[in-house]
């Protein structure tokens, strides 16, 4: 058996997940306010939109790999269970970002916890 869940971010998530893992990992981001967040299916990106004091927009774009490890970061820290042994990937739906969860091998997972309860 397979399992596929999905966690749905809101652009206010999303934005603070992509700047908590690069400010955890000492990236450099322009001073200034997030105005935006735009999302691209294909190939999956995110650009940060920063707006600095003289109103200058400056763009930072995450590819797919940096956002999977955002979203990842983002749930660890909220304590948000993930299984460790799936596949982990982002996709755009419906506007907005997803982490897709893919385990392609739930029974022998499951039974390892032992026999299932009967009635």
């Not at 399992?3 to 997940?17: C, D, H, N």
């Not at 200058?56 to 970061?73: G, I």
């Amino acid at each position: 058996m397979k399992e596929m869940r999905t966690l749905g971010f809101t652009e206010r998530e999303a934005i603070q997940a992509i700047v908590d893992l690069m400010r955890k990992q000492r990236l450099q981001l322009p001073v200034g306010q997030v105005v935006g967040l735009e999302l691209l299916e294909e190939p999956v990106s995110a650009t940060l939109i920063i707006e600095d004091n003289e109103g200058k927009q400056h763009r930072v774009t995450r590819n797919v790999a940096e956002l999977a490890a955002s979203l990842v970061n983002y749930c660890i820290d909220r304590r948000i269970r993930l299984p460790s042994m799936a596949n982990k990937f982002v996709e755009v739906i419906g506007g907005s970002l997803n982490l897709v969860i893919y385990m392609d091998d739930v029974e022998n997972a499951t039974s390892k916890k032992g026999p299932a309860r009967r009635g």
